[in-house]
């Protein structure tokens, strides 16, 4: 049995490399450590004496590691994920937003808080004071096409009352 710096640096190296995956995740840091951690104990048996055979050992172990056991790894233990629409228009459709600057139907000089920015806005038909509720119906180009949200409310009522 041979414990002598160099097989200590591969244990310890190897050991820092599994517990970095903690830190740099993607399923990849732990498998070099897993490689070279074997070498380590490979070289503490004997087996390899030389640095060229270590290195050589370490990179085909962990190469094949990373080949055979990652698929098996990402089964067992998934990753997050998350699915957005790309169409960031669908979901600000109907949304409800300040008029944070009079919008009417003849111009885009009136302006909406949406998101946490200010946006051009027009309105479809008649004008919407500052500090008023609107809905976005839809958007053409930059701006932002709105009717008054109490409007929206009033005909909700009239259907509910017919």
């Known amino acids: 049995m041979e414990f002598d710096a ?4 591969w244990l310890i190296g190897g050991a820092a490399l599994m517990l970095a995956e903690i830190v740099i995740p993607g399923g990849v840091v ?14 503490v048996l004997g087996l390899l004496a030389e640095w060229t055979s270590a290195f050589t050992v370490w990179f085909v172990l962990s190469l094949a590691l990373l080949i055979a056991l990652r698929g098996l790894v990402n089964k067992i233990l998934p990753g997050e994920t998350s699915y957005q629409s790309p169409d960031e228009d ?19 000089n009136g302006r909406i808080a949406f998101h946490g920015s200010s946006w051009p ?5 008649g004008t919407i004071p500052k500090g008023r509720k609107a809905t976005i119906s839809h958007r053409e180009n930059l701006v932002w096409v709105v009717e008054a949200a109490e409007d929206l409310l009033l005909d909700d009522a009239v259907e509910k009352e017919e």
């Open 121 to 125: 806005a027009t309105s479809l038909q």
């Open 6 to 9: 160099f097989t200590l640096a």
């Open 30 to 43: 732990v498998f070099l450590g897993m490689g070279a951690v074997l070498v380590g104990l490979a070289r």
């Open 90 to 108: 669908l979901a600000a459709f109907g949304a409800v937003v300040d008029v944070i600057e009079t919008v009417n139907a003849t111009d885009s």
